[in-house]
């Protein structure tokens, strides 16, 4: 490997991008097209029933909206492209020059995005009368681009889940319209408009006084809530559908983990409780009923963030064993690199073992092996601790195991390296979860002191 | 093409395009981050000037700068798109490390501008407050916003000196004397740009009456006349000197700053008239270019070697990793339909490779493992301890824990293995007769012996369930008779169970069944 071994200490590299990555697409999603549609429909609505009520709203409610929008949306977007540099620059090298093209649309697209918006803002005031119907074009040709933005991104996505017919033809057309794109496209326009009808709700009921408005805008977006969370739940099925079933077959364990892996009665229940809630929840609203909505309304908010965590989770884990299917397993090894490996070796291979550590150290090449096989997703001591993982397990046990773990753990990549490099492994493996080996720079797998038998 | 493919190997544009527009897209970048810079540290300035040094209109003018300062940072973030995909791949190596080795503060970019742009969002909206409530928020937007810069000019600097990356990983995330140095005049190089476009982008756009517009030509002045200082450190601070076309574009830079600054004085000189708009764009937008092109042939003289021989070394690998390009692909359509959702699939590959196709412990890894796989025919056990055995694992060898397949999974996989090995149930009866009084010895032997490990009640003792691997509970896990018979009298290899093999055979019959009525009493003695 041609970039150092560098892994967010306790965090681990997943749910780093994670907490970034939800962060945006609550903010993309709801607020940048959902909440901004709201305010282009109440824009048009104050001009078409002559209401000061509805001009209002949308005015006030868009402030807020670019103010978040262009700190926190805009830098956790561009946030997820920084961990994920850092993280795994293989990984993020490769998906930039298969997109080449559609990235570089995507920064003309989400420029353009962002010069509508402040346009549209800033013009709010000046542009009336004769002039309000051209800044409501503004906002249409907003809503527009933040459309395109979505259609693009989303290809990028559908593509580390569907690759489709992309690993044997290495065509970008193939790789972008990929089984999944439109299914996930819609999917995520519905949550967009879920989310947003949520926040729209939210802003009317805390910040409006005129109870006659209030009823009437509650009741509109109620009918808007209601239709965005038939069309998520649609095409949530439709998704799953077209969805490999070797990938499938892994969702519910995303989404529990090993700790509750044995009781996905819970899932259900949770899930469908949830959704209920929201249906309910709607329906309270469609009653214009203030009251309800004021006191439901976070704990909605909150639900519904739970779902979309849930699905960019799901999506996330169970490609599994690859971070490009058909080319680059999880660990940014090339899928046709681990037969290289087990015959030449994986540390042979990486420059940056060979420039900083010091040779024949048996700890300091299993600490190695470590970082360039699992760290991906295994930290040592904070999330998906590799101690917990290997307690109990006999040295010759781990070696067994690691020569399996495709086969065992079928989200698992295999390991890469030789049979000697295997054993150095688990023998580390082994002495880490014993305590007798300790790490001492946990962003490089440094480690501190060696086992016993390794001096 | 396909036939040698890979991804870090290809450039979607030809080399000159590429960095064309790299040139280009940065240029347009690193103008709206002046400008944001630049605006953020003057809107700061006249806030203080305006509280503290008595003078109201400082105030006004610096509500007036902050305005700008939303579009700006948009403008900023969203331009950044273009040069930071175009750098990843026409540097794809020095870039990712130099992030790479500075990792942390590169991740810390994302708290930062966040910070930053909400404290500026916060005081452009509150410049009514009191105003140590402004002070705050514009110190904590000012501080953590010039951070940025500071980072992206360390990144760049690292990638630009690979001779220095191994003595960085060593030393953990610090950068050594001549380096350091050279990155301190490089940002403060940049801090300086931005008071200078900041200014005259105000002095056009902010400013409203001649004390306004003479503040800011005299802060653009002093910034010119800062950048000339700031720019000869920085270049006595290169590592190498820089060639000879490099040097041209940085005089001309020079020159054409000189041009300006001697223009400014004579306006200055004037008193009167205003800057010319027009004059005043073409003057830095000339400054600006010579010196970024002349920072860009610096910049190649080390990305552009360093890349080709990368390029070499990843051509020669990709050829070995070639030939097996169509294998991997095989077996990773092979992988594509296996699924995880039956008993038999989970069977054959979670456990076979131990537990042998047969179930017989003899799986083609049984060999390499001192405590072998369990011969699960041979196994009569209940469905709650079977389960517990699949999420716990047993401590002291190779059998793992199973929690990451889901609950039906492991019911489906326990389902398959008692319809093909009838796991679940009791033993088989013993089927020798065993005499009352090798019975009675057995009894004996059992509660003197057996029981230290085993337990009076067969579920094995406080201290030797903490054995690696610990005794089985008699209560729910058993043997076949002939099974468990052979342990008893050859022990379990590599456990601390011995051999009971010098006892008569009759008792060691009476032990299997003693060991059996403990499933039938459920733990009573």
Same mark, same amino acid.
């Given at each position: 490997m041609e970039f150092p071994i560098f892994q967010m200490p306790y965090l681990g590299n997943g749910m780093t991008i994670a907490l970034d990555a939800v962060l945006h697409v609550v903010i993309s999603h709801?607020?940048?097209i959902g909440a901004v549609s709201m305010v282009v429909v109440g824009e048009y609505l104050g001009q078409r029933r002559a209401s000061e009520d509805w001009e209002c709203f949308a005015r006030d409610f868009l402030h807020l909206i670019v103010v978040l929008t262009t700190s926190i949306g805009a830098v956790t977007g561009v946030g997820i492209w920084l961990i994920t540099s850092a993280l795994a620059p293989r990984g993020i090298g490769s998906l930039l020059r298969v997109f080449f093209w559609p990235w570089f649309i995507e920064w003309a697209v989400f420029t353009a995005e962002v010069v509508i918006v402040l346009l549209y803002y800033y013009t709010w005031k000046s542009w009336?009368?004769?002039?309000k119907k051209p800044h409501l074009r503004l906002g249409l040709g907003y809503v527009a681009a933040a459309l395109c933005s979505a259609l693009l991104i989303t290809g990028i996505l559908s593509f580390m889940l569907t690759p489709d017919g992309w690993p044997w033809n290495k065509s970008l057309w193939s790789g972008f319209f990929n089984p999944s794109y439109l299914p996930q496209f819609i999917l995520r326009l519905g949550m967009a408009y879920f989310l947003g009808t949520l926040f729209s709700v939210t802003y009317l009921v805390f910040t409006r006084r005129d109870g006659n408005f209030r009823k009437e805008a509650l009741a509109f977006f109620s009918k808007l809530a209601l239709f965005s969370l038939a069309v998520t739940f649609l095409s949530t099925i439709w998704y799953f559908m077209v969805v490999p079933s070797a990938f499938k077959t892994h969702s519910l364990y995303a989404v529990m983990t090993s700790r509750f892996s044995q009781q996905p009665e819970l899932f259900w229940t949770i899930t469908i409780g949830s959704a209920l809630f929201l249906l309910l929840f709607w329906l309270a609203a469609l009653r214009r009923s203030v009251l309800s909505v004021r006191i439901l309304v976070i704990p909605a908010i909150i639900v519904t963030i739970l779902f979309v965590t849930q699905f960019e989770r799901v999506r996330e884990f169970?490609? *599994?064993?690859?971070?490009?299917? *058909?080319?680059?397993?999880?660990?940014?090894?090339?899928l046709e690199e681990e037969p290289l490996f087990a015959k030449e070796g994986m540390l042979p291979n990486s420059y940056w073992y060979n420039a900083t550590t010091e040779p024949d150290n048996p700890v300091s090449r299993g600490a190695f092996l470590f970082a360039l096989n699992c760290s991906a997703c295994h930290t040592i001591g904070g999330i998906n601790n590799i101690m917990n993982r290997v307690r109990g397990r006999t040295a010759d046990g781990l070696y067994v195991i690691l020569g399996h773990t495709q086969d065992m753990v079928p989200f698992m990549p295999p390991f890469s390296g030789t049979d000697q490099e295997r054993r150095t492994m688990a023998d580390f493996l082994f002495h880490l979860a014993n305590g007798t080996i300790k790490i001492g720079v946990p962003s490089r797998f440094t480690p501190l002191n060696g086992g016993p038998e390794h001096e | 093409m396909n036939s040698l493919f890979d991804l870090l190997l290809q450039?979607?544009?030809?080399g000159p395009w590429l960095q064309g527009l790299l040139f280009v897209s940065f240029t347009l970048h690193l103008l709206f981050v002046l400008f944001t810079l630049g605006t953020a540290i003057l809107a700061f300035s006249y806030l203080l000037i305006g509280h503290w040094d008595g003078k109201p209109w400082g105030l006004r003018l610096a509500g007036r700068i902050a305005n700008a300062f939303r579009s700006h940072k948009s403008l900023a973030v969203v331009l950044g798109v273009a040069p930071l995909l175009l750098i990843q791949i026409a540097y794809t190596i020095p870039f990712f490390n130099g992030i790479n080795l500075f990792a942390p503060y590169w991740l810390a970019i994302i708290i930062l501008l966040i910070t930053a742009f909400l404290a500026f969002d916060l005081l452009v909206h509150h410049l009514d407050s009191h105003r140590l409530v402004q002070v705050m928020l514009g110190i904590t937007g000012l501080f953590t916003l010039l951070a940025v810069p500071g980072i992206f000019v360390l990144i760049l600097t690292v990638s630009e000196h690979p001779a220095g990356w191994t003595t960085i990983i060593e030393q953990g995330y610090r950068l050594n004397g001549a380096l350091a140095l050279h990155w301190l005049f490089r940002y403060l190089h940049v801090l300086g740009a931005a008071v200078m476009f900041g200014a005259a982008f105000h002095y056009f756009f902010a400013a409203e009456d001649r004390k306004e517009r003479r503040s800011l030509l005299r802060l653009l002045v002093a910034a010119i006349l800062l950048q000339i200082i700031l720019g000869l450190l920085l270049y006595a601070s290169l590592p190498d000197k820089p060639e000879i076309t490099a040097n041209l574009f940085l005089f001309a830079g020079v020159a054409g700053g000189t041009l300006f600054l001697w223009y400014l004085f004579t306006l200055t000189g004037k008193g009167e008239s205003l800057l010319s708009l027009e004059l005043t764009v073409f003057a830095m937008m000339f400054i600006l270019v010579s010196m970024l092109l002349g920072r860009q042939l610096i910049q190649n003289r080390t990305y552009l070697p360093l890349t080709a021989a990368l390029q070499g070394k990843t051509l020669a690998h990709k050829k070995k990793t070639n030939v097996f390009a169509r294998k991997s692909l095989d077996r990773y359509q092979a992988r594509l339909n296996?699924?995880?959702?039956?008993g038999a699939t989970i069977y054959a590959n979670s456990?076979?490779?131990?537990?042998g196709e047969l179930a017989d412990?003899?799986?083609?890894?049984?060999?390499?493992?001192?405590?072998r796989p369990e011969n699960l025919g041979a196994v009569r056990t209940t469905a709650s301890y079977l389960h517990k055995i699949l999420i716990e694992g047993i401590p002291g060898?190779?059998?793992?824990?199973?929690?990451?397949?889901d609950r039906n999974k492991l019911d489906s996989l326990a389902e398959y293995l008692n319809t093909n090995?009838?796991?679940?149930g009791n033993p088989e009866p013993v089927p020798v007769t065993v005499s009352t009084a090798n019975l009675k010895q057995a009894k004996q032997i059992y509660a003197q012996t057996?029981?230290?490990?085993?337990?009076a009640d067969g579920r094995g003792t406080e201290q030797s369930r903490?054995?690696?691997?610990p005794p089985p509970d008699f209560t729910a896990y058993s043997l076949t008779p002939r099974q468990m018979f052979d342990v008893i009298s050859?022990?379990?290899?590599?456990?601390l169970m011995p051999g009971f093999?010098?006892?008569p055979e009759g008792v060691r019959w009476g032990l299997v069944k003693i060991i059996f009525t403990k499933r039938d009493s459920g733990g009573k003695k």
């Open positions: 709801g607020l940048a009336t009368g004769e002039r169970i490609r *599994g064993p690859y971070l490009m299917p *058909g080319y680059m397993y999880s660990n940014q090894v090339l | 450039k979607p544009l030809p296996i699924v995880y959702d039956n456990c076979a490779f131990c537990h412990g003899n799986g083609p890894e049984a060999k390499n493992m001192e405590v060898s190779a059998m793992p824990y199973f929690t990451f397949l090995h009838q796991l679940i057996c029981s230290q490990c085993h337990g903490s054995y690696l691997p050859n022990g379990y290899h590599n456990t093999g010098t006892l």
